[in-house]
C-alpha cells in the first residue's frame, strides 16, 4: 500500500458520514450527498504508466486532461469522456460510471478498469482485480464499484487499460439517412448518433480507412463537422438498442439525442417523462422491485451504517 493510500484510509476512518469529492462536475447525479456531510480527497497524479503492457496506475484524483496529456507521449488514451476533462477527476467519472457519446466504439466505462483500491466502510484499504488485460478470475468487485456514486467504497487509484491513440478522427453529419443501416454497415464507428432528422457519425482509425468507409458508406449527403453534437439536454434514459427505431413516436415535443447501438437516450424533462411510460400505458414504469431489494442488500453488505455518500443512490430516479 502506497503512503498516499494508507492517508487517504486513515482520513476517511471507521465512523462518520463522509464524501469523496471529486472535480464535482457531476456532484449531484444519484442525488446530491447529505448536507454538511464530511469530504475528503482522493490521491492525485499518475503512478506509473506503462506503455507496453497498456496500462496505467492513476489516483482516483487525477483529473482526466492531465492523465490523457501524459498517454498522449506515448500514443495511447483511455476509453472514458467528460465534457469538462480539466476539472472532472478519474474516480469521479468511475463512481458516475456514464459513457461518453463514443461508447459504440469503445465500449462501457466499466472495461476500462482492471484493478481498483479502495477505501471500505470500516476505514480499510481493500483491492480488487489486477493489472493486467486478461483477468477473468474472482469475483469481478471492479465493475460493481463502477456507477456506484461512492456508496459501496471510496475509490483512491485505478489501474486503467490503455488503447492507442488513432491517426484520425472525423465526425460527419446528414439528413434522412436511415441510422440503423448505417451502424449495420460502418466499420466499429466510434458513434452513430440520431435526433429523428439527423444523423451524426464519429469514425476514428487510419486516414485511408476512414475515406473509404464517408465514400462507400455515407455518401455525398454527409458532411463533415468539428465533432459531437451537444447531447439534447441533461437527462439520460436508457432502451434497449432496438427500441431506439420507436422514438419519434414516444418522445411527445421534446427534444432528444440517441445514441444507435447503445440505446442511451440524452433528452430533455418532456422527452425523459414520456420515455417512462411504455407505449400504450398510462402509468409510469417503475424499477422492478427485485432489482431495489438486490441495490439496497448489496449496499447494506458493504456499508451498513449507510455513512459513504449519504443522500446519493446508483437507482434511477423517475422524473
Given at each position: 500500500m502506497t503512503s498516499d493510500l494508507a492517508a487517504f484510509a486513515a482520513e476517511i476512518g471507521p465512523a462518520g458520514e463522509v464524501a469523496c469529492a471529486g472535480g464535482m462536475t457531476q456532484w449531484e447525479t444519484g442525488?446530491?450527498?447529505?448536507?454538511?456531510v464530511r469530504t475528503v480527497r482522493a490521491p492525485r497524479g499518475v503512478v506509473s504508466h506503462e506503455p507496453a503492457e497498456m496500462i496505467v496506475r492513476v489516483g482516483a484524483a487525477t483529473t482526466l486532461s492531465e492523465l490523457q496529456d501524459t498517454l498522449a507521449d506515448a500514443g495511447q488514451q483511455v476509453a472514458i469522456e467528460s465534457d469538462l476533462p480539466a476539472q472532472a477527476t478519474v474516480g469521479g467519472l468511475l463512481s458516475v460510471g456514464h459513457g461518453g457519446l463514443r461508447r459504440l466504439g469503445w465500449g462501457p466505462v466499466r472495461d476500462t478498469v482492471l484493478e481498483v483500491s479502495a477505501v471500505n466502510s470500516l476505514g480499510e484499504v481493500i483491492r480488487a482485480g489486477a493489472p493486467l488485460v486478461k483477468n477473468v478470475t474472482g469475483f469481478d468487485l471492479c465493475r460493481l464499484l463502477v456507477g456506484s456514486l461512492g456508496t459501496l467504497a471510496l475509490l483512491g487509484e485505478v489501474v486503467l487499460r490503455c488503447r492507442p491513440l488513432p491517426e484520425a478522427e472525423?465526425?460527419?453529419?446528414?439528413e434522412g439517412a436511415d441510422p440503423f443501416?448505417?451502424?449495420?454497415?460502418l466499420y466499429q464507428p466510434l458513434a452513430v448518433l440520431w435526433d429523428g432528422n439527423r444523423t451524426w457519425v464519429g469514425l476514428?482509425?487510419?486516414a485511408v480507412d476512414i475515406r473509404s468507409q464517408v465514400e462507400g458508406v455515407l455518401g455525398a449527403d454527409f458532411v463533415r463537422i468539428e465533432g459531437p453534437p451537444?447531447?439534447?439536454g441533461?437527462?439520460?434514459r436508457s432502451l434497449r438498442p432496438s427500441a431506439l427505431r420507436d422514438l419519434p413516436g414516444r418522445s411527445g415535443s421534446g427534444s432528444w439525442l440517441a445514441e444507435v447501438g447503445v440505446g442511451v437516450v440524452h433528452c430533455d424533462e418532456v422527452t425523459a417523462a414520456a420515455l417512462l411510460r411504455p407505449p400504450g400505458a398510462g402509468h409510469s414504469q417503475g424499477i422492478p422491485e427485485?432489482?431495489?431489494r438486490l441495490h439496497r442488500e448489496i449496499k447494506h453488505r458493504f456499508d451498513p451504517t449507510g455513512r459513504l455518500n449519504p443522500g446519493r443512490s446508483p437507482?434511477?430516479?423517475?422524473?
Open positions: 442525488g446530491a450527498p447529505a448536507p454538511a472525423e465526425w460527419w453529419v446528414g443501416a448505417l451502424a449495420d454497415r476514428a482509425g487510419y451537444a447531447p439534447a441533461t437527462i439520460r427485485p432489482v431495489v437507482l434511477p430516479v423517475a422524473s
